[in-house]
């Protein structure tokens, strides 16, 4: 098989801890070239709305719950510059922020069905739109995840024959432990597997594709916990991907891009397991026309190292 790049980026406009860029119509439009230039062929919009912030108009949410005003309807935007490029556009979905995390799973189900229904009827229509996305990112089945993802994915395959995608996370690293509790200790792969075993069967004939984020195992361990998850995921008919994550945990701000020698291990590190590599996120840590000039950089050096391994 011939070396993977990354060829898929989350968009993050409705963020929880990076900033937004304020791009308008023409930035995006540049981005988008950018995307085909740099082989991206899939883009998945990480969530259509977060709290009181939405992407797009949405009297699913607003019906239910207060939110700010929509002064562009970015999913449309994201559509139409993806259908114009022939990429890939995957959705996601709604996250309360709240509900589920009060463990109100019932209310977090029922706002994202509505959403659902309303989201297939305005948007269903366009070329781009290819898969969906899976919000609501878990390590483990706590918070009712099954519940709220199996019946939120079972409602997008009544709709559609569209794809559906996760994107959860290792609790590999040992700084993500805040006391001394067991729960709370990092997991080997081992025990990755165990409880992941459960939930892909859960997922089986429901989701597609399975994208686990690679910055929460450490870095020098990242191929055992995409191995064993492989092995596991195609058990279940469930294909895996890889979230390889262009910003860096490990600066004492949140969040510069990554280090190129960073990213280039962890490229390799998952090249064996994978069938798609994207990345947490293209647009501000790894595009030429980012805010942070050090993502200027890192495209430059990734360029390089992809044509070091022959990808280009």
């Excluded at 709604?94 to 009827?121: C, F, G, K, P």
């Excluded at 024959?161 to 690293?173: A, D, T």
Aim: with cysteine; hydrophobic share 40%.
């Amino acid at each position: 098989m011939s070396y993977q790049a990354i060829s898929g980026t989350f968009l993050d406009e409705i963020s929880v801890d990076i900033p937004s860029q304020n791009w308008g119509e023409r930035e995006w439009a540049r981005e988008f070239d950018t995307f085909v230039e740099a082989g991206i062929d899939t883009v998945v919009l990480i969530r259509l709305g977060l709290g009181e912030r939405l992407a797009c108009p949405s009297r699913a949410v607003t019906d239910r719950l207060p939110a700010l005003p929509v002064h562009v309807d970015l999913v449309q935007l994201f559509l139409d510059l993806a259908a114009e490029r022939d990429i890939d556009f995957f959705l996601g979905l709604y996250d309360s922020h709240y509900h589920w995390y009060r463990y109100d799973w019932r209310t977090e189900v029922d706002i994202n069905l509505a959403v659902i229904d309303e989201m297939w009827q305005r948007y269903g229509g366009s070329p781009a739109l290819r898969g969906w996305y899976l919000p609501h990112e878990t390590t483990d089945t706590s918070l009712r995840i099954l519940d709220i993802n199996t019946t939120l994915a079972a409602r997008l395959r009544e709709i559609s024959e569209l794809p559906i995608l996760v994107s959860p996370f290792f609790h590999g690293r040992a700084d993500m432990a805040t006391s001394t509790d067991p729960r709370q200790r990092p997991r080997s792969p081992e025990e990755h597997v165990r409880i992941w075993e459960e939930i892909f069967q859960r997922y089986a004939g429901l989701v597609d594709y399975c994208a686990f984020q690679d910055g929460t195992v450490e870095l020098a361990r990242s191929a055992e916990y995409f191995a064993a998850t492989a092995e596991a995921a195609s058990r279940h008919g469930i294909a895996s991907w890889a979230n390889i994550e262009t910003f860096d945990r490990d600066m004492p701000i949140r969040f510069p891009p990554t280090d190129w020698r960073k990213l280039a291990h962890k490229i390799d590190a998952v090249q064996p397991y994978v069938e798609k590599i994207i990345t947490f996120e293209f647009s501000h840590f790894l595009s030429p026309n980012s805010v942070w000039p050090a993502a200027r950089n890192l495209y430059d050096r990734y360029g390089e190292f992809l044509t070091s391994r022959g990808a280009r």
